[in-house]
């Protein structure tokens, strides 16, 4: 994972992208868990918050202040990329946001393949398999447990315990990227109002 | 006779319990009839029965002996009286069983071995005659014990198939039960007791245990022995089909992570069902993903000020930040290196780190409180050019960021000047 990504050509972030990964790896220790009860007692440690919001915010720094189409966004997918590079590529979802980001980047010229990979990578239904499954008539366990697939993102196509097995340690993840990033937008709007309200 | 009759009673009513088809009542009746019968045979017809056996003198025989003979002229040349619902082998049995006092009570406690134990303790004392009619009834023992058996052993029977590598404690009844049956035929007798005494000991305690655990591990998925395959145990009363074995092994799979995502998600313990499950597990994924947009929306919105307060925030996720610190922080800025340290003079480096960046006058006033403004003005400008001289590799300083803050933890102090330098090149870098 992490090589593939080195070897492409590069723009800033995706150098400190691949950097991140490299020190990531070394540098931080966490726990060797397999099962999904591990897995998610892994994501809830302040070991891991704390990682997760420095790498955060060097990510951020390096997003461009403000993109044309929408400013959310970037900083979105940045913050998506750190978590899946804090994820450390062990989970489905965690390699395909980093994959699909790197299509993104590579293929960045070309806007006709952004728009799909930007689709890819943002989990949107598709309004047309949606309607597909319900003419079916599925079971309905299987039609939810496709739409959560489409959810998390890596898992369109997989069975039901794989998709299962994704979304708890995908859960996890979410909620420690919520908590992390809404203590950094506290601090700061706090240091911001408070610096501005000094001035 | 009168001491085997309350043996007799004994021994037959053991198996009445067992085979169910006959009452207890029943079977003392019959038996009596049969006592009767041959007290009736013995005292109506003693000159024949002396006559018949020459050797047989008197009532000095040993009792056993007696009623051995007794059996044995009967059987030869008296009316051998049918007993109603009793075939031979259960005359035989129950004469013998009375005998084999000493297998009596013991083995026959029960379980399919019990008529297992008849066919075989005729084997002890029977004569030639009888021993036909025993391995007769031993062989259509052998096949009853099977159908005892097989109601409880079925599954694991059909699951030996579907499941090689498990020996199951039925399969080792079973098999083991119909070689002594064929030997019981040739070997020795009083060896043989003792065996079957164990064996149906071992054997109905078997049964009875097959039934205990075959409900107690109900959902026993054991991957013993090889690492390739999982062993499943069929519970009771359910399928052993390969596919529906499976079928159960993937369904426990689902049901676990199932049970995972319920402590995950808040508000799933009251709903029960896959479905109900999925379509909170789903709201919840979504409502996440939302809230990660707002805050990402929130934080591009602040993202201008993002570098001022960075580095202030490698210590700790809830960070006290207030003007104050930085105020100080800034009066004491240029002898920056003394002041890097986590805690709260951290606003020193990220005041040095913004400094860097902003070029703009306004912010440095957002800045700063009471601290002159010209003065980062001029730290930047003097200080960040030489820096950029000095540090050229960015991995260089990346890796020390990053050594920095992982490895020695949040409350050591960095080397203040290699912080600072690359911090600012790195900001630098950015900028240009």
Redesign the interface.
Known sequence: MASTVISNPIT?SN??TS??KK?ALQ??SRDQSQN??GA?TQWKS?SQ???Y??KL?HA????R??PAPR??????EA??RVLAVTAKGRTRWSRAILTNRLKLKFMKNNRRQRVVATAVSRSKKPRVSVLRLRCKNLP??QR??R??GR??PGCKKEP??VI??E??D???A??M?????????E??????S?????? | MNRALPEMLHCINTPGNIAGSFTDMSVLERQRARIKWQQEQLLNQPPCYFEGNDQFNGYSMPNHAQDFHNLISSEVGLVVKADPGLDNGWQEFGQFGGEGSGLGSSGFVNGSGFELNYGISTTLSCPQEVAAAVTETARRESVSPEKMSSAVGRESFKKRKADRNQSLKAVAEEEPNEKRIKECNEEDESKITEEYSNNSKNTTNNDNNIKRETSADTSKVSEVQKPDYIHVRARRGQATDSHSLAERV?RE??SE??K??Q???PGCNKITG??GM??E??N???S??R???F????????????????D???A????P???SN?AIGVQSEITNPAYLQFNPLQQLASCTGLEMEINTP?MA???T?SAPISLPETFLNSSCFDQIQTSTA??GN??NI??M???QG?STSFSAQQFTGSNEASNLK?EM
């Open positions: 800033n150098r400190a950097r991140k020190k540098a931080t999904p009860n998610t302040e918050q704390a990682a919001s420095s915010l951020l720094r390096q997003v202040p403000s400013p959310g966004r970037a900083v979105r913050a998506d309905a366990v939810k447990a739409v959560l959810l998390v039901l315990p299962l097995e979304a708890t995908y859960i996890a979410l909620e990227q919520v908590r992390a990033m809404s203590a950094l937008a601090l700061l709007s706090i240091s911001g408070g610096s501005s309200g000094s001035s | 993937r799979k689902i992570r199932m995972y995502l402590d995950l998600v896959k479905a999925l379509d597990i789903i919840y994924v979504q996440l993903q809230q990660v947009e805050l990402s929306m929130k934080l591009a919105a602040v993202n201008p000020s993002l570098d001022f307060n960075i202030s925030f490698f700790k996720e809830v960070f930040a207030s003007t930085f306004d006033l957002r800045r409180t960015w991995d990346l890796q990053y050594s803050e992982f490895l949040r950015m």
